[in-house]
């Protein structure tokens, strides 16, 4: 089988756009994105007013992602057994509606603690059902051959929005209040609600449904007895537990490795996010003959020699560089292996496989910063002069550059839907350049 060309109809970006149903949902999503990033400042900006606890923070986090680990199953069995598009309507009205009690509660001054982490908590609830319904949308609105720009633009809205979003919040909040930035959160979600109230319905499969435990022994049995998905989905993880920590623990290096402050913080997390952006405009750029089981483990080096050299330096200027190419690298990582997965799901399996995906990944991300945390105070003592953050989440980082580099020597064809013929030749030269591809036409995908 040929590799799925990343150019496939070579063209620019707004090629994708020109399918009226996705165009509408990716700029209605590019408003919502950038409500959600105000409203997300707003929060941890009340909360921390309030407690000055980095436990109160924690316990917000908690809040908000922790509802995807209980729910997150039954999510994506919602997505493949009722109508995705009447779903998605009722859990975007429904997050729609916690903004609005959000801009209610600090309007009258009782935006409390209990009520963020009560409201947030309700909000992680509405998200473990939207995420399944949501990421399975893309592919209804575009053709298959372009699934992969459609997700890769995807990413950039919501980077694009990762750089606007915190910035104007950050603007607002000095000349106004909270308040403000909930109220235009729960405006943004009339763009989106519309948007996807205009793409076709999405019915599950005619006939009576199979039980739902049946049905999600079959998505586990997808994800973990086959090569490709099996091999995703340790990429995946690996990118969530082992790149996190950087983006939880940046507040940290701002302060006790840079001794800088709240600019330097914003700063540092919009220079992540342009560099997430590039990664995007970029990544259609690689050349149609460089498969993905290439492509996603050299990016993963990449991000872990990015995060590596960002924990050597205590300059911010070599920081603020080291994490914008990391933000690309990134980017390429988690777009290539999403998309990946996507084309080797079917429709009918494919919010269930999504949901699995989901729960992985965040639950990956707390156990990585834990453990990176950890090792550094272990490590403190054994160096001198260098803050535990540096030491915890620079062993994180060598530890994903090294399974890159492995991943890119052993290869897994079967990501590209690839059948490995012939033995693969176990070479990092050969994984880097992927010359069996290149020079290779005709010759068996197996051998790259």
Same mark, same amino acid.
């Given at each position: =089988?040929?590799?799925?060309?990343?150019? @496939?109809?070579?063209?620019?970006?707004? !090629?994708?756009?020109?399918?009226?149903?996705?165009?509408?949902? /990716?700029?209605?999503?590019?408003?919502?994105?950038? !409500?959600?990033?105000?409203?997300?400042?707003?929060?941890?900006?009340?909360?921390?007013?309030?407690?000055?606890?980095? #436990?109160?923070?924690?316990?917000?986090?908690?809040?908000?992602?922790?509802? =995807? #680990?209980?729910?997150?199953?039954?999510?994506? %069995?919602?997505?493949?057994?009722?109508?995705?598009?009447?779903?998605?309507?009722?859990?975007?009205?429904?997050?729609?509606?916690?903004?609005?009690?959000?801009?209610?509660?600090? !309007?009258?001054?009782?935006?409390?603690?209990?009520?963020?982490?009560?409201?947030?908590?309700?909000?992680?609830?509405?998200? @473990?059902?939207?995420?399944?319904? /949501?990421?399975?949308?893309?592919?209804?609105?575009?053709?298959?051959?372009?699934?992969?720009?459609?997700?890769?633009?995807?990413?950039?809205?919501?980077?694009?929005?990762?750089?606007?979003?915190?910035?104007?919040?950050?603007?607002?909040?000095?000349?106004?209040?909270?308040?403000?930035?909930?109220?235009?959160?729960?405006?943004?979600?009339?763009?989106?609600?519309?948007?996807?109230?205009?793409? &076709?319905?999405?019915?599950?499969?005619?006939? &009576?449904?199979?039980?739902?435990?049946?049905?999600?022994?079959?998505?586990?049995?997808?994800?973990?007895?086959?090569?490709?998905?099996?091999?995703?989905?340790?990429?995946?993880?690996?990118?969530?537990?082992?790149?996190?920590? #950087?983006?939880?623990?940046?507040?940290?290096?701002?302060?006790?490795?840079?001794?800088?402050?709240?600019?330097?913080?914003?700063?540092?997390?919009?220079?992540?996010?342009?560099?997430?952006?590039?990664?995007?405009?970029?990544?259609?750029?690689?050349?149609?003959?460089?498969?993905?089981?290439?492509?996603? &483990?050299?990016?993963?080096?990449?991000?872990?020699?990015?995060?590596?050299?960002?924990?050597?330096?205590?300059?911010?200027?070599?920081?603020?560089?080291?994490?914008?190419?990391?933000?690309?690298?990134?980017? /390429?990582?988690?777009?290539?292996?999403?998309?990946?997965?996507?084309? %080797?799901?079917?429709?009918?399996?494919?919010?269930?496989?999504?949901?699995?995906?989901?729960?992985?990944?965040?639950?990956?991300?707390?156990?990585?910063?834990?453990?990176?945390?950890?090792?550094?105070?272990?490590?403190?003592?054994?160096?001198?002069?260098?803050?535990?953050?540096?030491?915890?989440?620079?062993?994180?980082?060598?530890?994903?550059?090294?399974?890159?580099?492995? %991943? %890119?020597?052993?290869?897994?064809?079967?990501?590209?839907?690839?059948?490995?013929?012939?033995?693969?030749?176990?070479?990092?030269?050969?994984?880097?350049?992927?010359?069996?591809?290149?020079?290779?036409?005709?010759?068996?995908?197996?051998?790259?």
């Amino acid at each position: =089988m040929p590799v799925p060309p990343e150019l @496939a109809a070579r063209g620019v970006w707004r !090629g994708v756009l020109r399918h009226a149903a996705f165009r509408r949902v /990716w700029f209605g999503a590019m408003v919502s994105s950038i !409500g959600t990033w105000m409203e997300g400042l707003g929060v941890q900006w009340l909360m921390a007013q309030q407690t000055g606890s980095a #436990l109160m923070l924690g316990a917000l986090a908690a809040a908000q992602l922790g509802p =995807m #680990l209980v729910f997150g199953l039954l999510g994506g %069995l919602a997505a493949d057994r009722f109508d995705r598009r009447t779903l998605l309507l009722v859990t975007q009205a429904a997050m729609m509606l916690v903004a609005a009690g959000l801009a209610l509660a600090a !309007g009258l001054g009782q935006a409390t603690p209990t009520v963020l982490l009560a409201l947030g908590l309700v909000n992680g609830v509405a998200m @473990a059902f939207n995420m399944p319904a /949501w990421q399975v949308l893309t592919p209804r609105l575009v053709p298959r051959e372009e699934l992969h720009r459609a997700i890769a633009l995807q990413g950039l809205q919501f980077n694009l929005a990762r750089v606007v979003g915190p910035a104007l919040a950050g603007l607002l909040l000095a000349q106004t209040s909270a308040t403000l930035l909930f109220a235009l959160n729960a405006l943004s979600f009339v763009a989106v609600l519309a948007a996807v109230a205009s793409t &076709p319905a999405a019915p599950p499969p005619a006939g &009576p449904q199979p039980l739902a435990r049946a049905q999600l022994a079959e998505a586990f049995a997808f994800v973990f007895g086959r090569p490709g998905p099996r091999a995703l989905m340790a990429m995946l993880a690996l990118l969530s537990a082992l790149a996190a920590p #950087l983006q939880r623990m940046l507040p940290l290096f701002v302060a006790d490795v840079f001794a800088a402050g709240e600019t330097s913080y914003g700063l540092l997390l919009g220079l992540f996010g342009a560099g997430a952006v590039l990664g995007g405009l970029t990544l259609g750029r690689w050349p149609s003959w460089y498969p993905r089981h290439h492509l996603i &483990p050299l990016a993963l080096t990449l991000t872990g020699v990015c995060m590596a050299m960002f924990c050597a330096t205590e300059r911010l200027v070599l920081a603020g560089v080291w994490i914008f190419v990391g933000g690309v690298a990134w980017i /390429w990582a988690f777009s290539s292996t999403i998309t990946a997965l996507q084309l %080797l799901v079917g429709d009918s399996m494919r919010g269930r496989v999504l949901a699995i995906v989901n729960v992985a990944m965040f639950g990956a991300m707390p156990v990585g910063s834990v453990l990176a945390a950890l090792l550094g105070d272990r490590l403190a003592p054994l160096v001198p002069g260098a803050a535990p953050v540096q030491l915890g989440v620079g062993v994180m980082a060598v530890a994903l550059a090294l399974f890159g580099l492995l %991943l %890119l020597v052993l290869r897994t064809p079967e990501i590209d839907e690839h059948e490995p013929t012939l033995p693969r030749a176990r070479s990092l030269w050969l994984g880097l350049t992927a010359g069996a591809h290149r020079a290779g036409a005709g010759r068996p995908a197996g051998r790259g």
